[in-house]
C-alpha cells in the first residue's frame, strides 16, 4: 500500500509519498534481551518524484508486535536513526 502523495518544497523534487510492504509475518524481534513473537517487519521505501517518475531514495524498516504496537525501526542506510522501545506493558 502507499501513503497519499504530498507536494515538497525541495528543489527537483515536486511531490513524495511512501510505498509500504509487508517483508515478514509471525517473525521474532529481540528487544532488550526479551524475544517477541508474533512480529510483522514493514518495509518502508521513501519514494520522491523527480524527471517524471517516482525514485526511491531511502528504504527503512519497522517492526510491529502482536499485542505491544510498534516495536523498533531500522535504517539500513542510517543507523544513527534506528529505535527501539524501551519499555512495554501488555493489559
Same mark, same amino acid.
Given at each position: 500500500?502507499?501513503?497519499?502523495?504530498?507536494?515538497?518544497?525541495?528543489?527537483?523534487?515536486?511531490?513524495?509519498?511512501?510505498?509500504?510492504?509487508?517483508? #515478514?509475518?509471525? /517473525?521474532?524481534? =529481540?528487544?532488550?534481551?526479551?524475544?517477541?513473537?508474533? *512480529?510483522?517487519?514493514?518495509?518502508? +521505501? @521513501?519514494?520522491?518524484?523527480?524527471?517524471? #517518475?517516482?525514485? /526511491?531514495?531511502? =528504504?527503512?524498516?519497522?517492526?510491529?508486535?502482536?499485542? *505491544?504496537?510498534?516495536?523498533?525501526? +531500522? @535504517?539500513?542506510?542510517?543507523?544513527?536513526?534506528?529505535?527501539?522501545?524501551?519499555?512495554?506493558?501488555?493489559?
Amino acid at each position: 500500500w502507499e501513503s497519499p502523495e504530498v507536494t515538497t518544497t525541495m528543489t527537483g523534487v515536486s511531490k513524495a509519498k511512501v510505498h509500504f510492504t509487508i517483508a #515478514a509475518l509471525n /517473525t521474532t524481534y =529481540t528487544l532488550n534481551g526479551v524475544v517477541i513473537p508474533n *512480529v510483522i517487519k514493514v518495509q518502508e +521505501d @521513501y519514494m520522491y518524484f523527480e524527471n517524471g #517518475a517516482y525514485q /526511491t531514495v531511502i =528504504t527503512d524498516f519497522s517492526y510491529y508486535g502482536k499485542g *505491544v504496537g510498534w516495536l523498533a525501526t +531500522d @535504517y539500513p542506510s542510517y543507523s544513527s536513526y534506528n529505535y527501539d522501545i524501551l519499555r512495554y506493558t501488555v493489559y
